[in-house]
């Protein structure tokens, strides 16, 4: 067969090996997850949410989704489709990182996706632009223990995702 050739600078490489050092760094750190009768809790407050709302519930996938990113992972990664209930599984999940005691942020590439990811989980968020901004000024807002929540993480570049995970990484935070 004939061997494909790829061009790439030496900038982006860079950025790649970062993130996959720093992603990896982060799935293998634990930070002992958020306790069983704190995410019990928070499922039994939503479920009567729901109950009282429409009838409804969580779902078997949203339930196994909250104990994997409440778990003691520091990175952990949600996919759904629009519509299939990921900031319902966030508004859970807020809800029992707040009774152990954990600082959450939010952040989305623009400003609106960020306000939508408030406005649905209730997690106060902010661009990761003006997150990056913060640090390069000295400023930190997110501490060793904080959760930082990046919705539409897919829709980053890979040198802003390579700067902010390894940036995470080296504060402590999940």
């Not at 030496?10 to 997850?33: C, I, V």
């Given at each position: 067969?004939?061997?494909?050739v ?10 790649e090996?970062?993130?996959q ?27 009567t949410?729901?109950r ?8 078997d ?6 104990h994997r ?27 029992a ?8 942020h ?5 400003g ?18 003006s ?11 997110i ?6 929540v990046?919705?539409?993480?897919g829709?980053?570049g890979?040198?802003q995702?390579?700067r902010?995970?390894?940036?995470l990484?080296?504060?402590?935070a999940?």
């Amino acid at each position: 067969g004939q061997e494909k050739v790829a061009y790439s600078t030496k900038d982006y490489l860079t950025a790649e090996n970062t993130l996959q050092s720093a992603a990896s760094a982060l799935s293998a750190r634990t930070s002992g997850g958020v306790r069983a009768t704190s995410i019990q809790s928070a499922i039994q407050q939503q479920d009567t949410e729901m109950r009282q709302r429409f009838g409804g519930q969580l779902s078997d996938e949203q339930r196994i989704a909250l104990h994997r990113i409440l778990g003691s992972s520091d990175l952990s990664c949600v996919v759904g489709l629009a519509g299939s209930g990921k900031s319902t599984l966030l508004k859970t999940a807020n809800a029992a990182w707040a009774q152990q005691g954990v600082n959450v942020h939010g952040a989305a590439l623009a400003g609106k996706a960020a306000e939508e990811l408030r406005s649905a989980s209730g997690i106060a968020s902010r661009t990761l632009a003006s997150i990056e901004a913060s640090w390069e000024n000295g400023y930190n807002p997110i501490a060793a223990g904080d959760v930082l929540v990046v919705d539409e993480a897919g829709m980053l570049g890979t040198r802003q995702l390579a700067r902010v995970t390894a940036k995470l990484h080296s504060i402590g935070a999940k």
